[in-house]
Structure formats: C-alpha cells, structure tokens
C-alpha cells in the first residue's frame, strides 16, 4: 500500500509540473510565463502582443474598459488555455480557448467577450 502511495504522489506532482509549463523530460527548463491581459481585447503571450480576432473593446481609462480587462484576465486563469495567432498586416491577430479541465469542451474568449457585452464584434470573426 505504501509503495501504491508513493506512485500516485509521483504521477501527481508529474501532471502538475506539466500543467504549470514544465517539460518532465527537462525539470532544468523553465516554464513558459503565462499569457496576461494587457487590455479587453489585447493580450501578451511568449513576448508577442496578440489582439482577439474581430473585436473592439473599450479603453483600459474607462470603467467598461477595465471590466473587460479582468474577465480576459479571469479567462486566461483557467486551467486550460490554447491560443492560435497568426501574423496578419497590423500585428499578431488570433483567439484563445479556455476550459475548467481537459474533459469540458473549450470556449473561445472573443465569443465569451462579445456574448457578454463586454466589447464589441467587427468583420468576419
């Protein structure tokens, strides 16, 4: 029982050093920094400023701008995070998904954005 003990103890610390960034094959490697919100629709992700793809949120200098910015920031600490960017004319463009674990289906944080009338959609999304 006690040597079960120590491998579930193993297995766990394992998941949890890969769900924080770390590469269990390099324990000497860094983790990669989290995404942060710079703003409603803007945020920062490996050194790179992505914008949400199709959408318009109001300044950071504004109380509508500010509760966009802490639900982009409360998205982003989900336990699940993927984002997809691509280089685009006016910088790196893209959209991110979240979910509370592996099992639940992601949603995209430009879709909760706009559901919640926290930023407006423009063009093709």
């Known amino acids: 029982m006690r040597r079960r003990a120590g491998l ?15 590469s269990a094959a390099d324990p000497g ?4 920094p989290l995404p942060r919100a710079i703003s409603g629709d803007m945020l920062e992700i490996d050194g790179r400023v992505m914008r ?8 950071f200098a504004v109380p509508e ?8 920031t409360m998205m982003l600490r989900a336990p ?5 960017m691509s280089a685009e004319r006016e910088g ?12 639940v289906k992601p949603r995209s944080m430009r879709a909760e954005m706009a ?6 959609q423009f063009g093709r999304a």
């Open 8 to 22: 579930v103890g193993r297995a766990l610390a394992v998941g949890l050093a890969c769900a924080a960034g770390a």
């Open 29 to 32: 490697k860094p983790p990669k």
């Open 52 to 59: 949400l793809r199709g959408l318009d949120c109001p300044p």
């Open 65 to 72: 701008g500010e509760a966009a910015k802490r639900f982009l």
């Open 80 to 84: 699940v995070v993927s984002c997809r």
């Open 92 to 103: 790196w463009v893209g959209d991110c998904l979240f979910a509370a674990s592996p099992l």
């Open 115 to 120: 559901a919640r009338n926290l930023c407006q």
